[in-house]
């Protein structure tokens, strides 16, 4: 089963916008305050920031923590249920999945954001268009 990194608790932060300082946080293997520092200082008003990123953001902050990541080019439209059920994602091997608006991580089929650990029949972005997917080079 996939774990939630350190500092992070389901119960207080399911209604954060902080879905992607988790994507982060895991993709790192770092705890989830290290993420949330790393991101905060690339916000340009950081006093008034709560948690949202964009993808360059998310890729600069892993850069930050000293990850190198791959990302995919020339997705096709596909849905996230059809990507992680596809081939496109090798099994064990953490991935940082965005879809509109909002950021989930997958490994083996099983999908991760705030909300909790579910397998991808069960998640409620599985019907969300996949627009970018990085994982550790």
């Not at 990507?83 to 091997?93: C, D, F, K, Q």
Request: some cysteine.
């Amino acid at each position: 089963m996939i774990e939630f990194p350190d500092g992070f608790v389901p119960e207080q932060h399911r209604h954060l916008g902080c879905c992607g300082v988790l994507a982060v946080a895991m993709l790192a293997d770092v705890p989830f305050q290290t993420a949330w520092d790393a991101l905060l200082s690339l916000q340009p008003r950081p006093k008034r920031w709560r948690g949202g990123t964009t993808h360059t953001q998310r890729l600069k902050a892993l850069a930050l923590l000293g990850v190198a990541t791959e990302s995919a080019q020339g997705l096709p439209r596909r849905t996230l249920a059809t990507i992680v059920r596809s081939t496109l994602l090798e099994p064990g091997v953490t991935y940082m999945v965005r879809v509109r608006g909002h950021v989930v991580t997958v490994r083996n089929g099983i999908v991760v954001d705030q909300a909790g650990a579910l397998p991808i029949a069960q998640h409620p972005s599985r019907r969300k268009i996949v627009t970018n997917i990085a994982r550790r080079a």
